[in-house]
């Protein structure tokens, strides 16, 4: 199945003085309107949705019982998305993001699991803050592991952890938050609130942001790393381009390096990444390394290829 989520921007309604009701409820997106929805009495049969091939757009029906749940769910539950699919569905739903983020741990006690997911919740907010977006929805919530369990598989020793999508597209992070060896503070309940401690629950959710935005890992990392030490707070900020200055060319993280060195700093960093949402979102679509290379040069004033060439991410 084949499906396309599109976040609404605004909305429009019409009443319908012959039928008494609702008329026409339209749906906006960035791109233009999303959905035409109609309404039809309660004892009418309720017609199959008008789906464009390339998902874009729908006309749709539902009963007039369903109009101030529709409005009420625009008004005040925001983001809205609207999900087409090409199994002929439309549905109307709450967009979950970041901050509704699910920590799970088969071996916690509640109040250590309360305490870390307070500490995630606030790191996610100072996320998307500092983006300038949320993690695509079709994503969200994305469930944090804190110990080996049917989804992360049992801790072996210097496991790090990671991002994954699940089988219905859901981003999963595995921490091993309570094997991990080598964790900075030890995993208390005073210690797992604190934003010091979302260093890696940042890096990974980082992932999760680039999906469907930019997909290559020797982009992604880097950033990923950036962000992670602004939002925790690593000592030595607020820039960081100290870390990445020895950074060898065959390492991951290279491209800050030559980044820095054109003039990269957090704070154009984090206009680089609400730059990419924008021009993904605009695309429909993940941006390729060029396009992504543009971005940068646009937002640092200076041609950014070069740094891609030699990170060996660009020919």
Not at 112 to 123: C, P, Q, S
Not at 198 to 219: K, N
Not at 277 to 299: N, S
């Amino acid at each position: 199945m084949a499906f396309k989520a599109h976040g609404v921007r605004s909305y429009q309604y019409s009443f319908d003085a012959r039928a008494g009701g609702p008329g026409r409820l339209l749906v906006f997106g960035d791109q233009g309107r999303i959905a035409e929805i109609g309404f039809v009495g309660e004892a009418s049969p309720v017609p199959q949705p008008v789906i464009a091939a390339d998902l874009n757009t729908a006309t749709v029906w539902f009963k007039r019982s369903a109009f101030p749940v529709l409005v009420d769910l625009l008004r005040n539950h925001r983001p809205v998305q609207v999900t087409i699919d090409d199994e002929g569905h439309v549905d109307v739903l709450r967009a979950h993001g970041l901050v509704d983020s699910i920590v799970v741990c088969s071996t916690c006690n509640s109040a250590l699991v309360a305490a870390k997911t307070n500490g995630i919740h606030e790191a996610m907010r100072r996320l998307i803050a500092y983006c300038g977006a949320d993690a695509p929805a079709a994503i969200c919530p994305i469930t944090f592991h804190l110990d080996g369990d049917g989804a992360c598989g049992p801790y072996e020793s210097g496991d790090t952890g990671g991002f994954s999508l699940d089988a219905q597209g859901r981003g999963q992070i595995c921490l091993f938050d309570v094997e991990k060896e080598n964790r900075a503070l030890p995993f208390t309940v005073a210690n797992a609130h604190l934003i010091e401690d979302q260093l890696l629950a940042v890096h990974e959710a980082m992932h999760g942001w680039f999906v469907g935005r930019q997909q290559t890992y020797r982009i992604q990392e880097p950033f990923c790393k950036l962000v992670s030490f602004v939002i925790a707070e690593m000592p030595g900020g607020p820039e960081y381009c100290w870390w990445f200055s020895a950074t060898p060319d065959d390492h991951p993280d290279v491209l800050m390096k030559y980044l820095c060195q054109i003039g990269m700093t957090t704070a154009l960093a984090a206009r680089v990444l609400a730059e990419t949402a924008r021009a993904a979102a605009a695309k429909g679509g993940a941006l390729t390394e060029l396009e992504f290379a543009d971005v940068v040069t646009m937002v640092i004033g200076q041609d950014a290829v070069p740094a891609f060439q030699s990170a060996g991410i660009l020919p």
